[in-house]
């Protein structure tokens, strides 16, 4: 299922898509949106890019993320370590 929408909503879909647009066109406009998407996809690589090398020539620790998720893991497993024995007396 993707984004909700299953395989008979998804085929109505494209039905109208052929019906508006007619078969000829639909290369055209996929090409369109795969350029548009890959513009978005470069532009966003090259935010990232920027942030990242900004930020470690100002020295900024980029880690922070990676010791979060670790403490989230932590509680994580600490809190299964807990309830454990109660989901196993169902």
């Known amino acids: 299922m993707f ?3 299953g395989g008979p909503e998804v085929f109505i ?4 898509v052929v019906m508006l647009f007619g ?6 406009i996929a090409r369109g949106l795969a350029k548009g ?16 090398s900004s930020a470690t020539k100002n020295g900024i620790d980029l880690d922070v993320t990676k010791d979060v998720k670790d403490a989230v893991d932590d509680v994580k497993s600490s809190i299964d370590d807990f309830t454990g024995p109660i989901k196993r007396m169902k």
């Open 37 to 52: 998407i890959n513009q978005v996809k470069n532009a966003t690589n090259d935010i990232k890019r920027e942030i990242n």
């Open 23 to 28: 078969a000829d066109k639909i290369p055209e």
């Open 3 to 5: 984004l909700f929408i």
């Open 13 to 16: 879909i494209l039905l109208l």
